[in-house]
Every structure is written in C-alpha cells, then in structure tokens.
C-alpha cells in the first residue's frame, strides 16, 4: 500500500519568509500526488497535483512543489509567507488500484504565520 | 458552480446513540466518499461510491457504520449505535470520475461529538 510521511506537525514562519513543508511518500509504483490545505472549520481544498508529467508543479496562491524520485519527496514551498497561509496542509497519494482515486492523507502540517 | 453540501455541520449524541450525515455532491459528479478525520490526523476513507455501487468500502466499520446513495446523486452516513472514538469530523467529497489523477472536491465537514 502506498503512504505519505508528513515530517513536522507544527511549522511556524515569519510573514515573508519562506514557507517549507515535507512530505516523503511510499510507492512501488510511479504516484499521483497531491496537496490539499484546510482553513479552520472548512474541507480541503486542492493546491496541486503531481500527475507525472512536469517535476516542477507550480499551485494556486504562489505555493509549488517538487517531486524528486531519487528522494521520494514533494515538499510543498512558497517564497513568501502570507498571513493568509496559516492553514493545516496535507500530503495525499492517490493508489492506482482496482478503486481508482482512493487518497491516502498523511497527519498533516499545521502553518503558523508570525507577523 | 456550488460546492459539496453537507448537513448538519455540528452534532453532539451521547454514546450508544444513532446519527445520519447527508452528503450532496457536486451536480453530475459520478464518485462520492465519505472520510473520517480524528482530531490531529489526516482524512481516512471509509466509503466511495461509483453512481449508486459501493466501489471501496474497506476501511468501514460495518458492524455499526452503514452509507447509500439512492439514484446515485446525494448519500448518507449513518452511525447506529455510537461510541466515543467516533468523535471526528466527517467529510464527504466528490469527483468527476473515478481516475487516480483526479481532484476530489471536498464539503465543509460535520463534526461529530460523542460524549
């Protein structure tokens, strides 16, 4: 089964700084993986997708990652925090199964923006 | 184009008791899930549906968790009866087909109290 590792529960920046959130998966296959962001009180919202075809993926609001085989990461970065950021972040990967789209989460980053 | 719905938002039982989630998803969306996020970890599936057929339901403790999804459009969630550890937040999404690439839109959550 594949799984994702989410190192770091808690990251705290400073507004402007630059934001780096980790996350290493678990495949034996090549993955799909995605980033989701949770505002409080709200359900997940997609920042980006890896689907194989650029390493370089670049998200809505200046978030981007990059998927390296070697390391078996996709760290989510933004050169800028926002006071807007503060959000609990989530690495998923999608298991090519039989079920399709089946998302595995992992605990989660909690982002905390310091003014 | 509205969102993922999902009712009630907030719901506290005492244990032993019944309660239903309903889940309406985004309008001609084929694939449905139902996922539980305790409090500090990340979203687990419990059910996902194609249409109105149960396509991975693994992960549901069926000995007192049950979901349908009538007609293949909205769906419900029903614990009966409940524990403590069923505190979580309940979270219902949907997609537009049942690929591994494919975004999940997620509704604002109920949450759960079980006391």
């Known amino acids: 089964a594949q799984s994702v590792t989410q190192l770091g529960s808690h990251v705290s920046v400073s507004e402007g700084a630059l934001v780096l959130l980790r996350c290493n998966y678990s495949s034996s296959v090549p993955p799909y993986l995605f980033w989701y962001v949770q505002y409080p009180n709200q359900g997940l919202q997609l920042l980006l997708k890896?689907?194989?075809?650029?390493?370089l993926v670049k998200g809505i609001n200046g978030f981007e990652a990059e998927f390296k085989k070697s390391e078996t990461s996709f760290h989510l970065t933004k050169p800028s925090a926002h006071m807007s950021d503060a959000a609990e972040y989530f690495c998923a990967v999608s298991d090519r199964g039989s079920s399709g789209d089946k998302l595995t989460f992992g605990t989660g980053t909690r982002l905390a923006v310091r003014p | 184009e509205a969102g993922v719905a999902q009712s009630p938002r907030y719901k506290i039982i005492e244990k032993r008791q019944s309660v239903a989630f309903w889940c309406n998803p985004i309008?001609?969306?084929?694939?449905l899930y139902w996922y539980q996020q305790i409090l500090g970890q990340g979203p687990k599936l419990l059910i996902q549906?194609?249409?109105?057929?149960?396509?991975?339901d693994s992960q549901l403790p069926k000995d007192r968790f049950s979901a349908e999804r009538l007609k293949g459009v909205d769906s419900t969630l029903k614990i009966q009866p409940a524990k403590l550890e069923d505190s979580a937040v309940y979270l219902c999404?949907?997609?537009?087909?049942?690929?591994?690439?494919?975004?999940?839109?997620f509704g604002p959550g109920t949450r759960l109290t079980v006391l």
């Open positions: 549906f194609q249409n109105n057929g149960v396509v991975d």
């Open positions: 999404a949907s997609s537009l087909v049942n690929y591994a690439y494919n975004e999940q839109f």
């Open positions: 890896y689907t194989s075809a650029a390493t």
């Open positions: 309008s001609g969306h084929a694939t």
